[in-house]
C-alpha cells in the first residue's frame, strides 16, 4: 500500500490520495472524512470565469473553510461575496489583493466603517432608508461608495426563497436610488432569485423588476448583481443547463440599453458543492434502519430545510479481506438514515436508497458535499467532523 503524500494548503499537511477507495482502504476511516476534489472546484470557476458575462463573486457564506477558500482562489476566483465584517477579514488576511465586496443588507453598527477604512471595501448594499442613513454617517466619504439597492424577487423557481428577509419594492428602491444619487455615490442594484434556483427565467423576471425601478427613478446606475441562486448537482432535482443562465441573463440585460454595464453575480453553492465529498461509515444497522457517524447535526443539517428536497448522490464500499475498498453492488433497499448523537432528531428527512447488503462496517460516500455544510457544522454531543484528504492535484 502507498503512502498517502502530503500537500500543503489551508496552512497544514492534507493526506493527498489518487481515488477515494483508495483512501477508504488505507485509513478505513471511523470519523467522517471530507474529500477535496480540485478538478471540481477548477472546473466550476471555469464555468462562470469564461460563461458569465461580468464579474464572478464567490459567496463565502457556503463555505469559509480555509481548505475551500485556498481551492477557489487557485481556481481564479478574485472577487469575493463577503456578508459580515468577521468574512471580509478572514478574506482579506488570507488574500490581501481579493476585492471584497459587502453584499448584507443589514450591518452591525460599525461595521460599514470598519470594512471602509481597515479593508478598503466600497460596495455595499441597503434596502431601507434606515440602513442607507447608517451607511452615508458611517462612511462619509460618499464619492468612494458604490451603494447597491436590493429588490425583492419572490418569483419562484427557487427551492429557497431569500426575499421575504431583504428587498424593497421598486417604488422604495426608486426613491433610494435618488437619495443615493443626492449623496454622490454611485447607484447601483441588486436582487437574490433565491437559492438552488432550477428556472433561468427567474433572472430575466428580476431584471425586469430592475428595469422598471430604474425608470421610475430616472437615474443611471453603475452596475448591477445579479445574485446568486445557481444551482449545483443533487438527486431528486432536475437542471438545466449553465448556459440557458447564461444566455437569459444576457438576453434580458439587453432590455436595459446599458451595453456596457458592470455586470457581477453571487455563486456560492455552483463553485462549490461538487468540489467536496464526504466518506461516512456505517456504524450499527437495524433492520431498515442505519446509524452512521454523520448526521444533521453535523454535515447535513441543509437537507432538513423546509421545501429542500433533495439529497446528495452517494455510493457504498466494503474494504475486502485483501484490504481493498469495493464498491457494493446488487439490489437497493430504502433506509432510515441516523447521525451518531443521542437526538431523535439527527435523522436524513427521506429514506436513502443503498444496497441491501450494506452493513456495519462499511463505507458510504457522498457527493456535492461542498456547501453549506461545513459552514454549519456543529459541536453537539461532542461529533465534529473535520478530518480532510485530498484526491489528486
Not at 470594512?115 to 452615508?136: I, P, R, S
Not at 427567474?202 to 425586469?208: F, I, K, L, M, N
Not at 425601478?213 to 438545466?240: C, K, S
Not at 437497493?332 to 428527512?349: N, Q
Amino acid at each position: 500500500m502507498n503512502a498517502p503524500v502530503p500537500t500543503v494548503l489551508a496552512g497544514k499537511d492534507i493526506p493527498l490520495y489518487s481515488s477515494i477507495p483508495e483512501a477508504i482502504a488505507a485509513l478505513r476511516p471511523i470519523e467522517p472524512v471530507y474529500v477535496l476534489l480540485p478538478h471540481k472546484f477548477k472546473a466550476a470557476a471555469e464555468r462562470f470565469l469564461t460563461g458569465f458575462p461580468g464579474t464572478p463573486m464567490y459567496a463565502v457564506k457556503a463555505n469559509p473553510l480555509p481548505q475551500a477558500m485556498d481551492l477557489v482562489w487557485a481556481s481564479g476566483i478574485r472577487h469575493f461575496d463577503t456578508a459580515s465584517l468577521g468574512e471580509v477579514r478572514m478574506v482579506k488576511e488570507r488574500f490581501p489583493s481579493a476585492v471584497c465586496h459587502f453584499m448584507a443588507p443589514v450591518r452591525l453598527p460599525g461595521h460599514a466603517k470598519a470594512a471602509f477604512e481597515q479593508y478598503g471595501v466600497t460596495d455595499f448594499v441597503v434596502d431601507c432608508e434606515f440602513e442607507l442613513d447608517k451607511l452615508l454617517r458611517e462612511v462619509p466619504d460618499h464619492k468612494s461608495l458604490r451603494i447597491f439597492v436590493r429588490l425583492a424577487a419572490q418569483l419562484g423557481g427557487a427551492l429557497l426563497e431569500l426575499s421575504s428577509k431583504f428587498g424593497t419594492n421598486p417604488e422604495e428602491g426608486a426613491k433610494l436610488l435618488k437619495r443615493i444619487v443626492a449623496a454622490g455615490a454611485a447607484p447601483a442594484m441588486t436582487f437574490h432569485v433565491g437559492s438552488q434556483c432550477v428556472s433561468p427565467f427567474s433572472y430575466a423576471q428580476a431584471v425586469e423588476i430592475v428595469r422598471r425601478t430604474i425608470d421610475r427613478a430616472g437615474v443611471t446606475i453603475a452596475a448591477l448583481d445579479i445574485g446568486g441562486g445557481f444551482p449545483a448537482p443533487y438527486l431528486n432535482n432536475e437542471l438545466p443547463p449553465y448556459l440557458w443562465y447564461f444566455d437569459t441573463i444576457k438576453e434580458a440585460l439587453a432590455t436595459l440599453d446599458m451595453p456596457d454595464l458592470p455586470l457581477l453575480c453571487e455563486p456560492g453553492r455552483a463553485l462549490v458543492a461538487e468540489g467536496m465529498s464526504l466518506i461516512t461509515q456505517v456504524v450499527l444497522r437495524k433492520g431498515d434502519r442505519l446509524y452512521i457517524n454523520d448526521g444533521p447535526y453535523g454535515s447535513f443539517d441543509e437537507l432538513t430545510l423546509p421545501g429542500f428536497d433533495v439529497d446528495y448522490p452517494s455510493s457504498t464500499y466494503r474494504v475486502s479481506q485483501a484490504g481493498k475498498a469495493e464498491p457494493l453492488i446488487g439490489a437497493v433497499h430504502p433506509y432510515r438514515v441516523y447521525g451518531p448523537t443521542c437526538d431523535t432528531l439527527d435523522v436524513l428527512p427521506r429514506p436513502q436508497m443503498l444496497p441491501a447488503s450494506i452493513a456495519a462496517g462499511d463505507f458510504i460516500v457522498f457527493d456535492s458535499m461542498g456547501s453549506y455544510t461545513v459552514a454549519v457544522r456543529t459541536t453537539f454531543n461532542g461529533f465534529f467532523p473535520d478530518t480532510w484528504i485530498q484526491i489528486g492535484q
